[in-house]
């Protein structure tokens, strides 16, 4: 792969952009938001951050955004990931490695349903107490 | 502990983050078998005694989890430094900041591996906050820097799955950059 400097970097969003423009604006208001803390990181979060990533490049949902926080007090079950789409209930999902992460973009995200194996709703004990 | 160099500097650089800094410099620098890199941030700072007690994994400031008895982004660093001959330092200063450094010798055989650069430099610079990263990047001389302020103008809302996309491209280049991989003995064609 050739170096690329900011100006390349530039072109090639500009590029997405004129693409972007033909496309469903509903997933703007999609989030992903993985946890990152301590545990998280320990756990593979940067693994399961980069699959979702991947995948929704793949399924060219490529406006969703995808962005990290600390730990949500489910340490036991790290990677836990937030996703948030219009019309479907605000859902925590634990346990969340690369092959989870792909089966919520095309489960989730694209089919609408939840991935119901993984859902979490209630934080670690020393959170709470 | 963390299992890389690039795992314990998402922790502490967020640890940066979290203390309020509006500015942070990361230095990631190899020369040899030595790979040094620093943590500089302009946050909140830490008296001694805290200073003391952020190396204790059986404490945390409790700012994020009020009931929760552990903290454990810096403590693991320093056993990760001490189990395989690195070093470790952490200077700070309530008001001006706080500066983590630490290295590794590559050639000891409990040194970590360095990890997913690439991966982790885009999460890094798109983690969400009023500040700018600055990185610094260098390998046996040859190097490349930027900012997140530099990339969020080139590149617009840094959340955005398709820019993290092309981040990742971006940083995976420079990476490669710096090392080439060395050419095979049969990369060239045996008869032209």
Known sequence: ????????????????????????????????IVGMGTCGIASGAKKTFDAFIDELAKEN???????????????HSEPTVEVVV???????????????????????????????????????????? | MHPTV?????????????????????????????????????????DEATKRRALDPFW????????????????????????????FSLTSEPGRGTTVAFSFDLSNVDAPSFGDAPGTFTALMTYPGDHVLSLSRGED?????????????TLGDLSEAGNLALLREFFSSNEEALSPAPVAPFAQPLLT
């Open chain 2, 60 to 87: 945390t400031d409790g700012v994020k989890h009020p009931s929760r008895k552990v903290g454990l982004g810096l403590p693991f660093l320093r056993e990760m430094t001490r189990s395989s001959g690195g070093s």
């Open chain 2, 6 to 46: 690039c795992d314990t500097l998402l922790d502490v650089v967020q640890n940066a983050f979290e203390a309020g800094a509006t500015r942070v410099d990361l230095s990631v620098a190899r020369t040899g078998n030595l790979l040094s890199c620093s943590v500089a941030d302009n946050g909140r700072g830490m």
């Open chain 1, 86 to 129: 219009p019309g479907m209930p605000r859902v925590i999902y634990g346990n969340v490695d690369c092959d989870t992460a792909r089966k919520i973009v095309s489960e989730h995200l694209v089919g609408k349903r939840l991935v119901s194996d993984h859902v979490f709703d209630k934080p670690a004990a020393d959170i709470i107490g």
């Open chain 1, 61 to 75: 949902l490529t406006d969703v955004a995808v962005r990290q926080t600390g730990c949500m007090g489910l340490c």
């Open chain 2, 141 to 153: 001389g040859a190097s490349y820097s930027v900012t997140s302020a530099e990339l969020a103008e």
């Open chain 1, 1 to 32: 792969m050739p170096k690329l400097t900011l100006e390349d970097l530039k072109k090639l969003r500009d590029q997405k952009v004129a693409e972007m423009n033909q496309r469903d604006v509903e997933n703007k208001q999609s989030q992903v």
